[in-house]
């Protein structure tokens, strides 16, 4: 699979119409991945879909599958995620036991490999294994429900896990998810982020291959400030 290069915009289908699954999935085509939550009650106080549903919209969507496992034991459950077929499959660093070996399991089936980590967990957790993991999702709202308002505290921590990134010579990408909408991406951009989930300022908006371009641009100029 060839990547995109920065900054990727990664829709959440969490804001889309699951009755219209196919139909919303379609919309995004022109992004980057399409951004899945898979929650199961426990972990978070939510539940979205299993595997059962990520596994229709993989054969269904015209991009690919960046699969976020907001769930308990995902050293047992994430593996079946990559066999599916997602390209991406991220899991939050509380919920795991060996996150190292996951991350290792994961890149062995052929899917990159991410961890996610809560606003209230210190990024310093993850430096000393930053480099086995293709992806590191800094969350900007508490995980388990779309819709909340961005959470501007969390920029110094991505920005001082960039910084350990590139001081270590890791290819790492960065997500953030959460409240990313044209008033806070061009923050997340100049905070070092180049992977942006964004679900209402998607799916909310009328034209939805603009407000992709638009999130797009805005990152990009915002990326390109000191």
Known sequence: MSL????????SIL??????????????????????????NHFVPNLTFGPQMVERVQATSPIPLDVHLMIT???????????????????????ATDPVALARRLRDMG???????????????LYDILEEFDQILVMTVEPG???QGFMPETMPKLRALVGEA????????????????DSTIAQAAAAGADTFVAGSAVYGADDVEAAI????ERARAGSLEP
């Open 145 to 147: 429900f779309g819709g």
């Open 213 to 216: 371009a638009g999130l797009r």
């Open 15 to 40: 804001s889309a119409d699951f009755v219209n699954m196919q139909a919303d999935l379609e919309r995004i085509a022109s992004a980057d991945f399409v951004h899945v939550d898979v929650m199961d």
């Open 111 to 125: 899917a990159r490999a991410g961890v996610a980590i809560k606003p209230g967990t210190a990024g310093e957790a």
């Open 73 to 95: 034991d995902p050293d047992r459950w994430a593996p079946g995620y990559a066999e599916i077929g997602a390209a991406s499959v991220t899991f939050h660093l509380e919920a």
């Open 166 to 181: 590139r001081r270590r010579g890791a290819a790492t990408w960065f997500q953030v998810d959460g409240g990313i909408s």
């Open 4 to 11: 995109p290069d920065a900054p990727r915009i990664n829709p």
